[in-house]
T-cell receptor
Framework: AQKVTQAQTEISVVEKEDVTLDCVYE???????LFWYKQPPSGELVFLIR??????QNEISGRYSWNFQKSTSSFNFTITASQVVDSAVYFC???????????FGTGTSLTVIP | GAGVSQTPSNKVTEKGKYVELRCDPI?????LYWYRQSLGQGPEFLIY????????DSGLPNDRFFAVRPEGSVSTLKIQRTERGDSAVYLC???????????FGSGTRLTVV
């Protein structure tokens, strides 16, 4: 079973629109970590955020914000006032407390149209 | 260096040949990971090193794949008798420990023809 599901394969928005990328995860561990990574066309995965399972406080960093809800096993990512430079593939990932590996979703390709 | 360096950036090889992919992690990062990313997919875990030892190699698909990290720094992923299905981007990442965010390299795009 897929541990991380990103149901949105591709999203296109017009510049300055807000956009939310969905992420649903599945784990039986009580201790786990959730991540978001950005993969621009250059291919390198860029770390955006890490949250642990005990901290449900939402986080805002500039135009980026994250909504972590354990009740729905979701860790959604919102970009406010999108810009062309935000165009990339975004991956949500999970690592479980006892494990060593990341489980990545299949990614959401975001295109911001000028 | 400042980031994780992977060489070569591109590798084209013939089916059946042997290839080596190199990863230079960030200095001081004891944890090193190899992932494989196929087109349109998220990265899939291959192997994790803590120091010189392979702490978890459960993601290696078969015995044609092997990785080493003899001095706890540079790592080499080795693929024997390559098959067309091995074509993918191979990503290396390092971190201070397994709880912090990884820093990924730009990957090696392997094409087996």
């Amino acid at each position: 079973a897929q541990k991380v599901t990103q149901a949105q394969t591709e999203i296109s928005v017009v510049e300055k629109e807000d956009v939310t990328l969905d992420c649903v995860y599945e784990t039986r561990d009580t201790t786990y970590y959730l991540f978001w990574y950005k993969q621009p066309p250059s291919g390198e995965l860029v770390f955006l955020i890490r949250r642990n399972s005990f901290d449900e406080q939402n986080e805002i960093s500039g135009r980026y914000s994250w909504n972590f809800q354990k009740s729905t096993s979701s860790f959604n990512f919102t970009i406010t006032a999108s810009q062309v430079v935000d165009s990339a593939v975004y991956f949500c990932a999970l690592t479980e407390g006892a494990g060593n590996q990341f489980y990545f979703g299949t990614g959401t390709s975001l295109t911001v149209i000028p | 260096g400042a980031g994780v360096s992977q060489t070569p950036s591109n590798k084209v090889t013939e089916k059946g040949k042997y290839v080596e992919l190199r990863c230079d992690p960030i200095s001081g990062h004891t944890a090193l990971y190899w992932y494989r990313q196929s087109l349109g997919q998220g990265p899939e875990f291959l192997i994790y090193f803590q120091g010189t030892g392979a702490a978890d190699d459960s993601g290696l698909p078969n015995d044609r794949f092997f990785a080493v990290r003899p001095e706890g720094s540079v790592s080499t992923l080795k693929i024997q008798r390559t098959e067309r299905g091995d074509s993918a981007v191979y990503l290396c990442a390092s971190s201070l420990d397994r709880f912090t965010g990884y820093t990924f390299g730009s990957g090696t795009r392997l094409t087996v023809v």
